[in-house]
């Protein structure tokens, strides 16, 4: 057994050990040893949040709760709620600017068309801008900045009031359906700002030829299904797949629920410089129950104003007292159809060979409607028109047709703007202008050798040019299809028409792309728009013609007032007198009635 001084020693020797070195040296190495050790072994333990006294006092009142899952319950939800960070804000993408253009067609030449009415489908790829012809070809200068408000960048509309932007859903898929989009996009396009005479909400739609889009509807609507009317005039006038004028722009424009709402729409339209057609497919009557067409509710003032400024407007004639072509409505006496200064579009069937009915006899003529209204200055196709109309896919064309001389109008329209736009590219240098009656202007034009004083030799085309080319390039059903050939053959001529074409076709009719023959679209398009340029002769007019027009151009300015850009100039112009010949005629000249009273 150790003696107690052995044992002092060895209790001495082992406080020794255990007793820190000077200055802690050794005290770092077994602490960072042991903190591995802890680490490893057991996890650092987060510090619990001190509860609050409203937490506190809901769990006491929680665990007074019998049933022991409802009782849980209850504690979860006395803890605090933790607070969602809010999602930082994408920077705003500001669109690059677009290129110089190197070569015509751009902005410079962009051309508007403002169609009027009822429900429109942009969802549809008419009205896509990545299948505008610009876009498609591999020629940059030709586009146009539709990713940008108008306002930005087309000229005429720097004054104009930003345009709010709507987005909507636009798949590449042609079999994709315009309700399924629209009930995608939370059915936007059927609730837009509406407008009023006081304040007009015009919206834009990035992606598509829609640079403006009004409401002067109650509800804001621009879309309400793809069988609307508006469906087909918007389709048949710029439509990349069925329109006249694919190249063309639109602006569309919501009717309101009354004349009055419909009114404030076209006169704020008329007073935009930067649109240069409008196309109507509608028309009002006094009573409000019939198609008789009396009717003196336009600004007829506004409308001479606009039309001598260089913007054109049309109108269809109407289909009848019965809407049904079967007894004609009288357009004299509507402010709308009735003024000289306004374009009124007739309409006649579709010849053989059309879309719908293709193994039809090529011989089958066109004919016009003796039920339609009238006087006319041009008709279009009636019926059986290809469009977008009722067309369930974006990429469809429509089951039955488009018809009437609600038709006729917007495909009249749509070649009076495709006209103006090549015109506009053939100019040298940026061209859009609309002013004292000019609608294009550059560089004089070198003329092609048929035609060497052509509209475009001085450099500008002025409106009436243009309306003067569209009549002169229009043949009656009688004289049938394939006498006029384009370029420099012989000098083309259109047979002896009677009273009943003058008054049904005006100048003649356009049959447009009712034929899937794109050839033959083109050629009847040359027949107008070759002259301009002088690689087409100017076609011959039937006898009778000029003088029942300068008859017609009397008439319609003594019931609504006179001006210098008709057939008939007061003062300057001779009336051609009584004809056997031509009796109705005669009539009008001696006896010409006025407009509702």
Known sequence: MPSARRIA????????LLAPTAGGAAAPAAAADTSASSSATKPATKKKPRKSKKQIACERRAKRIKKASKRRAAIKRCAPKKKKKKAPKPPALVPPKPPAPVSEGGIGDATVIAVLDFGTNPYHLDFRSSTMPQHLDSDRGNDL?????????????????????????????????????????????????????????????????????????????????????????????????????????????????SAEESEAAIDWVMKQPWIDAISNSYGYSLTGFDRTRFYDGSNTKLQAQASERGQTVFFSAGNGNDGAFLTPNQTTFSSQEGPDWIVTVGAVSPPGGSFYSPDS???????????AGKPADVAGIG???PTAYTAASIGGTGGSGF????????????LFGRALYLARTALPGPSRAQGAGVVASGSPVACGPVRPDCELADGKLTATELRHRLFYGAVHTSAGFGVYTAGAGPTPSAPPVGEEEFLNEGHGSYMGRVSADRKAWLAEFDRMYGPITGTAKAFERPAGEAEWMIVDSYCRQKNWGSWTQGFYVEGKTPLPGPDPQYPVRTQREQTCPGGPT
């Open 9 to 16: 020693s060895l209790l001495i020797a082992c406080l020794v």
């Open 145 to 257: 900045p539709l990713d940008r408000p108008f306002t930005e960048w087309l000229t005429g509309a720097e004054g104009a009031a930003t345009p709010i932007r709507t987005d909507i859903s636009l798949p590449a898929d042609p079999e994709e359906t315009s309700d399924s989009l629209n009930d995608g996009d939370d059915k936007k396009l059927t609730k837009l700002r509406p407008s009023t005479a006081d304040k007009v909400n015009v919206h834009w739609i990035p992606g598509t030829k829609v640079i403006g889009a009004a409401s002067f509807a109650d509800d804001g609507a621009i879309y309400r299904g793809v069988d609307s009317h508006g469906v087909g005039t918007t389709s048949s006038s710029v439509g990349n797949l069925h329109g006249t004028c694919p190249e063309c722009l639109l602006f569309f424009v919501e009717l309101g629920d």
């Open 361 to 371: 006899g090529e011989d089958e003529e066109s004919a016009s409607y003796t039920g």
């Open 383 to 385: 019926d059986g028109y």
């Open 403 to 414: 018809g009437g001389t609600s038709n006729a109008t917007p495909q009249v329209a749509g």
